[in-house]
């Protein structure tokens, strides 16, 4: 069983700082056992690293148990408020899951004090059904090289309409953050894919130059292979939010990017059949008992698509968004936009996507449109709620 810090390596020059991140779901065991591997080569090998890489272990009491969680899920409930009130209940709150998050936080406050540039997190997950590894990311500039650099799908929008997940927490904090998913949980091709995404990534993030790694030309072929014929970025156009006890239950014989026909039963819950709203790539079906998403439906970006969304994020353009027909600042919030969907055109939802405002919530007849922390917006103060466990003070002693 892994421990919270499950090593930490540097040769002492400057350089960036990446924080590996496994098992924040305790079914998951592959992503600790990846960076175990890497850090122990690392170290074995003495690599000529710049910057600093620290590996973390999420859910300890759920991986010894080989559980998601065991009373709450992990990686949610990493909204400023949430943190507030885990720091104020103190350690006599007795949820398993509070206390490892309590444990996270005072491992990674010491990190985010420090951080003069934004850190890399890579925080790896694993699948319950069979499917190939990809990658997940806010959409937000920053991210991309490291993203890019994985030769997996990439996903854009579900990091921004997960509320409370730990990696979108610190892109809001002006950090990089991105999730790979490596497989099916319990299948061994699992860690050797997170190893791989590791090693690739900490190239991409310049701690090491290709030449360091000499084995890096395989680990990218291992990725390529998994994900052949896969699109290489996708969005997600629907999820399907599933409340407990309705009786969902996925059809047999689904996995992720297999093509769906509108209309086509996808799964079935207390209600009957459930029918995909629109064509698309299923993502994320849920096999598994625990998890509030059924599953998503994703549809292909173009490359072309992603560059033109940089150039016009570089050039500032999202300050003409207030200008778009039935489109309003949003009154308290900054930079969220509340649009009139019967004044704003269909388009409008691809012009808020361009600029990165995938996070879509409904508010009486309008929607709100909100996005992760863009990059214009530099590494700010520590955040009030956490700012009482900087110089690394254990939160237990607090
Ligand atoms: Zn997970």
Redesign the pocket.
């Known amino acids: 069983m892994p421990e919270r810090v499950i090593s930490r390596y540097t040769t002492g020059r400057g350089g960036p700082t990446v924080v590996l991140i496994g098992g924040?779901?305790g079914n998951?065991p592959a992503g600790a056992q990846a960076i175990a591997r890497v850090l122990a080569r690392l170290e074995a090998d003495g690599m000529p690293l710049r910057g600093e890489v620290t590996g973390l272990a999420g859910n300890l009491a759920a991986l010894a148990e080989d559980r998601r969680f065991l009373s709450r899920d992990l990686?949610r409930r990493w909204m400023a408020g949430d943190i507030e009130e885990l720091l104020a209940a103190g350690s006599g709150r007795e949820a398993p899951e509070d206390r490892e998050q309590r444990e996270l936080l005072a491992a990674l406050v010491p990190l985010l004090v420090a951080a003069r540039e934004p850190i890399v997190f890579l925080d790896l997950?694993s699948t319950s059904g069979d499917g190939p590894p990809f990658a997940c990311m806010a959409d937000v500039l920053r991210n991309r090289p490291i993203a890019l650099a994985l030769p997996i799908p990439l996903i854009l929008g579900i990091e921004e309409i997960l509320d409370g997940s730990l990696l979108g927490y610190l892109c809001d904090l002006g950090h990089v953050g991105v999730a790979v998913e490596g497989g099916q949980s319990q299948d061994p091709r699992t860690v050797r894919h997170h190893e791989a995404a590791i090693w690739i990534a900490l190239v991409a993030a310049g701690c090491l130059d290709a030449p360091d790694v000499p084995d890096l030309g395989d680990h990218r072929a291992l990725l390529a292979v998994a994900a052949k014929g896969l699109p290489s970025v996708v969005e997600i156009r629907h999820r399907h939010h599933i409340q407990e006890g309705d009786g969902f239950v996925m059809e047999p014989g689904l996995r992720s990017f297999v093509p769906v026909g509108k209309g086509q039963v996808v799964a079935r819950d207390g209600s009957g059949p459930v029918r995909a709203p629109e064509k698309g790539l299923m993502l994320m079906p849920r096999y598994q008992g625990q998890g509030e998403d059924g599953y998503f439906l994703a549809r292909r970006v173009s490359p072309l698509w992603l560059r033109l969304s940089a150039l016009l994020r570089r050039l500032r353009l999202d300050r003409a968004v207030p200008l778009l027909p039935g489109v309003q600042p949003h009154p308290q919030q900054p930079d969220q936009f509340v649009a009139n969907p019967r004044i704003a055109v269909f388009q409008v939802v691809n012009v808020f996507h361009l600029f990165g405002y995938r996070h879509v919530r409904p508010h009486r007849e309008r929607l709100v449109f909100a996005r992760r922390r863009p990059d214009f917006r530099r590494l700010g103060p520590l955040p009030p709620e956490i700012r009482s466990l900087r110089g690394g003070t254990g939160p237990e002693s607090a």
Request: proline fraction near 0%; charged fraction near 20%.
């Open positions: 924040l779901h998951e990686n997950h």
